[in-house]
């Protein structure tokens, strides 16, 4: 199910961990700011995006109204009310489910339940690396994305009581995302990261995330347009029709079953 590995992806907070290379203090720097421009110092606890989404996979087209809520930036949902069904994933933490319009949930292997959970809103991302001790976040230049000059970051998240030193070293690879900021404004423009068949943890699939057309919703910058893209070709295309901050999303949304 191509929609199933495509999903299978601040004021007075405690700093990333810097370690000692200098590409981690200029990585910390650059999230500061990033925050700064996004948040103008909101403290963000969860977001709900209303969204038409177009969905791509192949000849498959379809479309419809779909609904994102992230809690923090380890849980998600994302409902997919496309023309020909339901569609549901949900991340907590370091597990994943897919719902596809059979109804039926089904449980993603660890290896994909490992990306970012608050992909498609920037402020809960950045916090999370910020805050999120776990995270490893470092610098790796200056850079041009789509004709844009963009500073790229690496993050990489410590899980840990999982196995021996190789299990742990491949889990921290399986971690990994690179996100690009606007080198004038500091906003993300897109998210790379991989995921992977169910069976194989070493085959990457890569996914894109693209990310536009800000705007202010409760003091808070938020892309009107989001596109993902699964080996480089766009699979979801989700323009945002309102936004809902702050508004005590209940933990229960993001339960697995």
Known sequence: MLWFLALILLPAVSPVRLGAQPSATQAAILLSQSLAALTHGTVVTDAKLQANVNYIAGSDEESGPATLEAL?????????????GQRQQIQNGSQAAVTGIDGQQQLA??????????????????????????????????????GASVQHLRALRTLPGHGDAATMSLLLELTGFDLYLDSGAFLPVALAFNTHPANNALQDVPIGVELSGYQAQGGVMTPSHVQKFLQRSLLLDISVTSVAIDSGLPPSDFQIQ
Not at 72 to 84: D, F, P, Q
Not at 116 to 135: K, N
């Open 72 to 84: 923090g930036h380890l849980e998600s949902l994302v409902v997919l009310n496309l023309s020909g």
């Open 109 to 146: 292997p660890l290896h994909n339940s490992l990306n970012p959970a608050a992909w498609f809103f920037p402020a809960l991302l950045i916090e999370g690396l910020i805050q999120d001790a776990s995270y490893s976040v470092t610098y790796v230049g200056a850079e041009n994305l789509n």
